[in-house]
């Protein structure tokens, strides 16, 4: 399901500010007939120490997640693959733990909050529990399942819940985060 307005072509160059510490992302976003391509770069300080963090999203025409591939400050790239069937494996290894979850969630970049907004395309006042890959990048990519909810409040607007984190976001027309409360806001 796509959300309105979704176009046969979708190209975008999008910079997101953080708002609690030092850092920006960059994104180049691509998504056709044929898929999505998201290639992203983020540099922050979220503790004080700076943090490079590249990663690419590949996903099918309904943006369901196929393909990621996390750097970590340059160091060995890791990949995580999901199958047709919903199963995960990371680097060419089955990662049973996984299976099932829908899409995945990068800390440290409000790009993966459009994955499941574009994929759900929910009506304002409809919500959506998912299981997701969660992907933390420091000290080392760890890659492990949790429980969101995403709940459209209007049409530019969700509740995003994940544990006892909770927050209002503001999306584009695309379902780009343009303002993430006191972690990001996109720049360009």
Same mark, same amino acid.
Not at 102 to 121: E, H, K, S, V
Not at 151 to 168: I, K, V
């Given at each position: *399901? *796509? *959300? ?5 072509? !979708?190209?975008?160059?999008? *910079?997101?500010? %953080? ?5 920006? @992302? &960059? ?14 770069? #983020?540099?922050?300080?979220?503790? /004080? ?8 999203? @590949? ?9 990621? %591939?996390?750097?970590? &400050? /340059?160091? %060995?790239?890791?990949? !995580? ?16 733990? $996984? ?8 800390? !440290? ?5 459009? $994955? ?5 395309? !929910? ?16 000290? @080392? ?19 995003? @819940? ?8 503001? #999306? ?17």
């Amino acid at each position: *399901m *796509m *959300m309105d307005g979704y176009r046969d072509v !979708l190209r975008r160059q999008i *910079m997101w500010e %953080s708002v609690q510490w030092p850092g920006s @992302e &960059h994104l180049d976003l691509r998504a056709d007939a044929e898929g999505v391509v998201a290639d992203g770069v #983020v540099l922050a300080a979220p503790e /004080g120490d700076p943090i490079r963090l590249a990663y690419r999203v @590949e996903c099918d025409a309904d943006w369901q997640t196929r393909f990621l %591939s996390v750097q970590f &400050h /340059g160091d %060995s790239r890791r990949t !995580l693959v999901r199958d047709d069937a919903g199963n995960w494996s990371e680097d060419g290894r089955a990662r049973p733990d $996984l299976n099932g979850c829908t899409d995945i969630d990068i800390a !440290l970049t409000p790009f993966t909050n459009t $994955l499941p907004i574009r994929r759900l395309g !929910l009506a304002a006042g409809d919500a959506a529990d998912l299981r997701i890959v969660y992907v933390q990048p420091a000290p @080392e990519p760890l890659f492990s399942a949790a429980d969101q909810r995403y709940t459209r409040l209007a049409d530019d607007r969700y509740r995003y @819940e994940s544990g006892d984190f909770q927050s209002e976001i503001e #999306v584009d027309r695309d379902g780009l985060v343009t303002a993430y409360p006191g972690l990001w806001a996109m720049a360009s």
